[in-house]
Every structure is written in structure tokens, then in C-alpha cells.
């Protein structure tokens, strides 16, 4: 049984709470002090004394996994599925590490996306100058010239990017449960082009310029003694900062901050900006959307903007736990309408599949998805 640095520090306090606990009423003064000591203890803060470096591995073969031939992730050596506990009592260190896994599983998708799928990525904004941020999202060969059918798949929020639907999917089940890939294939043998949105890629991440200490000047008209002292106290304020810092973030992760993308900086941007730049110019005469849970949201927010449009091109919709509220986004009742017409929402429910779901909302039907 290991023991954490922080449970030592710890435990004559709580040791001494017990003995105090024991006494009579003559203890309860110090029975509060401790009490108060004990709450301004920041336990998550202390538990960082004693993780491990947060430096991963930035490959599948470093974290020692592979996807086998059923698209299962799985340790190479052992075969097992992946676990998240690697270490015990350290919660934010395996949260490190799972998210520094869901990094390299979303790069693995994107080599999916373009070299099984075929698709292409591309670039935007799509006059995006040399220096500033830029997102993307893929198509396939024919998207904007398939005269046909086109095919749109936009995901929920959170962490998945272009190609995925969950990341916990991914890595607990396996690819066909987790991405976009099995909508894809179908699609393309169908005869659809294909368009894949990436509404969460919504900014880069740089780290945060240090903000220079200024100096005390030396032409200052303050008398020396008084400029001393100054230095003296500014010494002292940097030496308790830099204690804070360091008890604060002890492995000194980068401080960074978000540069958004142009017309792009949220997934309702995304989605029209995808629209009006690639669906709306596209030749094909039906447009279909797939879309899962704040995709959905995305999707509505493009039809109150570009109602008319939408209507002219898009022929249906499939919704997935989708969250969108026709309240709150104030759909008018045209919108309502053709989302009655030609749009379906399949929820989780323990009913047969298809069976409809009843709905507190005015807008599409709601229909079971069996899970």
C-alpha cells in the first residue's frame, strides 16, 4: 500500500482532531482552529506535489496500443482494453494522460479520414492569410461537383474534432461505435458526395507572451535610500510570487491562450460559414444532414440564418441527440414547419427502434434509436 506525500503531511492533523475530539468542551477552540486550518488546505492543489511529470508519449506505439484488426484499441503486449486507472489515487494525472491519448487518436482519424476515406482536407478560412489561425474541414473528391446527393455529418460538442462522434467510444469500444468512418464508406458506395464539418476546431492555442518586469529607473528624481527600499520590497513580492507559482503549478504547465479563427469561432459560425463557402455552392440538386447532439443546434442555428436557402437545397435531416431548443433559438414558425417536414431526431431510448418518442417541442418528430 503506497502513501501519498500529501496524506503524510495530513495526518497528524487529523490524528490531532481525533485526540482533541476526545477531550471535553475545554478542546472545542482548537477543534475549530484545525477545522479552519484544514479548509484552507487545497487538497487538489497539494495532490500535484505528488504526481508524476505530465510528459507523455506523443504516439500510439509510446503509450504502448494499437487498434486491431476489428478497430479495438488495445495494449500491445497484453491485449487488454484500455484502462484509465493507471495509477491509483492519481486522478488528474490519468486525466492527463487519457487526454494526451485523445490527441493522438484524433491525428490518427484525421490519416483515416484521407487515406481510407479518400477524403481531402481543406483549409479555412479559404482566404486565410500566411500568419493567422486556420481550421478545416474535408470533402471528398466530388463534393462540390456531384450533381447528385451530398452528404453533410456534423458532430456534438466537446473534445471530438472532424471524424468523430465520441472519443470515450473510440477508446473503450471501437472505431465503427466512435467515428464517422462507417457514415462515410456508406455514403461514398451510395453515390454521395461527402462533407465533413469540424465546428469545434474553433481556435489555436499559443502559449501566453510573459509580461515583462519593469525595472525601477535609474534617472529617477526618488532619493536613493527610497529607491533601495522599493527594489528591496519588489524583490520580496517576486520571491513570494514565484513560491505561490511553484506550490500552485509545480511541473510549470505552459500558461497558454486562444487565438479564435476568423467567422469560424464558434460551431455556429463554422456551420455557416461552411455553408455559404462550400454546401451553397455545391452542384449537387439534394443535401442531406447527419447531425449529433449540438450539431444539431448548429444546424438549426444555419436554418434560422439561411432559411431560405437551406429550404431550396436541403432535402432531410437526421438528428442524433440532438440538443437543439426551437424556444431558445427563436426558430419562427416556417422553420418549425419545414423541421416537421423534413427532419427526424433519433433519441436514446430503451424503446424498438423507430418508435416514436413523445416531445414537449413543436418541431421535428422524436423517434427511438434503440440504446
Not at 488546505?41 to 510528459?55: A, G, S, V
Not at 532619493?223 to 500552485?248: G, I, L, M
Not at 436541403?314 to 419562427?332: F, I, K, P, R, Y
Request: charged letters at 30%; proline letters at 5%; a negative charge.
Amino acid at each position: 500500500m503506497s502513501v501519498s506525500l500529501s496524506s503524510l503531511i495530513l495526518l497528524p492533523i487529523w490524528i490531532s482532531m481525533a485526540q482533541i475530539q476526545q477531550g471535553g468542551p475545554d478542546e472545542k477552540e482548537k477543534t475549530t482552529a484545525l477545522k479552519d486550518l484544514l479548509s484552507r488546505i487545497d487538497l487538489d492543489e497539494l495532490m500535484k506535489k505528488d504526481e508524476p511529470p505530465l510528459d507523455f508519449p506523443d504516439t500510439l506505439e509510446g503509450f504502448e496500443y494499437a487498434f486491431n484488426e476489428k478497430g479495438q484499441l488495445r495494449h500491445i503486449k497484453t491485449g487488454e482494453p484500455f484502462v484509465f486507472n493507471y495509477r491509483e489515487d492519481l486522478h488528474r494525472w490519468n486525466q492527463k494522460r487519457y487526454e494526451a491519448l485523445g490527441e493522438i487518436i484524433t491525428k490518427y482519424v484525421y490519416e483515416l479520414l484521407e487515406k481510407d476515406c479518400n477524403l481531402k482536407k481543406i483549409s479555412i478560412p479559404v482566404d486565410a492569410t500566411e500568419s493567422e489561425p486556420k481550421s478545416f474541414i474535408f470533402m471528398s473528391e466530388d463534393a462540390l461537383t456531384n450533381p447528385q446527393k451530398l452528404m453533410v455529418l456534423i458532430h456534438g460538442s466537446g473534445v471530438v474534432r472532424a471524424g468523430q462522434w465520441a472519443r470515450r467510444l473510440i477508446i473503450n469500444e471501437d472505431l465503427d461505435s466512435g467515428t464517422q468512418i462507417p457514415f462515410i464508406k456508406r455514403a461514398m458506395d451510395e453515390g454521395y458526395g461527402v462533407i465533413v464539418l469540424n465546428p469545434n476546431e474553433n481556435y489555436i492555442e499559443v502559449e501566453k507572451p510573459k509580461i515583462p518586469v519593469q525595472s525601477s529607473s535609474d534617472s529617477s528624481d526618488e532619493p536613493a535610500e527610497k529607491r533601495e527600499r522599493k527594489d528591496k520590497v519588489s524583490k520580496e513580492t517576486k520571491k513570494r510570487r514565484d513560491f505561490y507559482e511553484k506550490y500552485r503549478n509545480p511541473q510549470r504547465e505552459k500558461e497558454m491562450m486562444q487565438l479564435y479563427i476568423r467567422e469560424n469561432g464558434s460551431p455556429e459560425e463554422h456551420a455557416v460559414y461552411v455553408w455559404d463557402h462550400f454546401i451553397a455552392q455545391s452542384a449537387a440538386e439534394k443535401v442531406f444532414f447527419v447531425a449529433h447532439s449540438y450539431g444539431g443546434l448548429a444546424f438549426v442555428e444555419l436554418m434560422i440564418q439561411r432559411e431560405a436557402d437551406v429550404k431550396s437545397k436541403v432535402t432531410a435531416v437526421a438528428l442524433t441527440d440532438s440538443v437543439h431548443n426551437v424556444w431558445h433559438q427563436e426558430a419562427g414558425k416556417t422553420v418549425r414547419e419545414w423541421m416537421r417536414e423534413n427532419c427526424c431526431n433519433w433519441v436514446s431510448s430503451s424503446e424498438p427502434l423507430d418508435t416514436s418518442v413523445e416531445s414537449m417541442l413543436p418541431d421535428c418528430p422524436r423517434v427511438s434509436a434503440a440504446f
